[in-house]
């Protein structure tokens, strides 16, 4: 730095400081503009890859529905060796039906633990914060 306030160039010429300021924030704002095509461009790649990928696995949800069906079509083959068609399914459906009904327990047990949705414990600690710091406030 000279003694005007100037920054001499590799040329040997001098610069004033605001255009240095100037400069490097106009290469700044490039930069992060650059940064931020960059990331968006990411992004787009990863969003495709979940887009296929999630395809993929609700394609093996419904191939495993289908399987699952296929194993009580199973089951009530095997079962009508030894009983009538009709009781065989019956039997098949009930088991079905009693697997269904603690399943949905279960699940309404677990909605219930996680209701409201809300961060409650993060809610009171911040309320605990906020106390602790207007007490502090008032000393």
């Avoid at 461009?41 to 395809?55: C, H, N, P």
């Avoid at 030894?82 to 019956?90: K, R, S």
């Amino acid at each position: 730095m000279t003694a005007d306030g100037s920054h001499r160039t590799v040329s040997g010429t001098q610069e004033p400081v605001g255009e240095l300021v100037q400069r490097a924030s106009r290469q700044l704002s490039q930069l992060v503009r650059d940064e931020m095509r960059l990331a968006q461009a990411e992004m787009t790649q990863k969003g495709k890859r979940f887009g296929k990928g999630g395809g993929l696995f609700g394609g093996a949800g419904l191939v495993g529905v289908l399987t699952l069906q296929a194993l009580v079509a199973a089951v009530i083959a095997a079962l009508s060796l030894t009983l009538d068609v009709w009781a065989a399914a019956l039997i098949v459906t009930g088991a079905l039906a009693v697997v269904t009904a603690l399943m949905a327990a279960l699940g309404k047990q677990q909605v219930s633990k996680a209701s409201p949705p809300k961060p409650e414990q993060t809610m009171d600690s911040v309320k605990a914060d906020v106390a602790e710091i207007k007490e502090k406030a008032q000393r």
